[in-house]
């Protein structure tokens, strides 16, 4: 059982920035962030790898970055020039080498003026 510690949610206008952070409590093979906004479904917004390889999707390219400290199983997804169509619940997800994946409890972020 891997246990999720999410943080870094919040209000923001549009054009600012936010950072958020997934602490694992054991090693894990791929981290990612979804994220679920209002009314519609959890999509995939970034994923990274032990290995560092990253995959963004269309919509946040160029503006998140995501990235992990594997001595401290930790994820962060630094998000830049936020629009209000990234306003959303943002989840973490983990993936050890073996076994089932884990899902966070999920951190608002609201872009508004």
């Known amino acids: 059982q891997v246990q999720l510690v999410e943080s870094g949610g919040g209000l923001v206008q549009p054009g600012g920035s936010l950072r958020l952070s997934c602490a694992a409590s054991?090693?894990?093979?791929?981290m990612a962030w979804y994220r679920q906004p209002p009314g519609k479904q959890r999509e995939l917004v970034a994923d990274i790898v032990s290995g560092g390889s990253t995959h963004y999707a269309s919509s946040v390219k160029g503006r998140f970055t995501i990235s992990r400290d594997n001595a401290k199983n930790t994820v962060y997804l630094q998000m830049n020039s936020l629009k209000p169509e990234d306003t959303a619940v943002y989840y973490c997800?983990?993936?050890?080498?073996?076994?089932?994946?884990?899902w966070g409890q999920g951190t608002q972020v609201t872009v508004s003026s």
């Open positions: 997800n983990v993936h050890p080498l073996l076994g089932p994946d884990y």
């Open positions: 054991g090693s894990v093979f791929r």
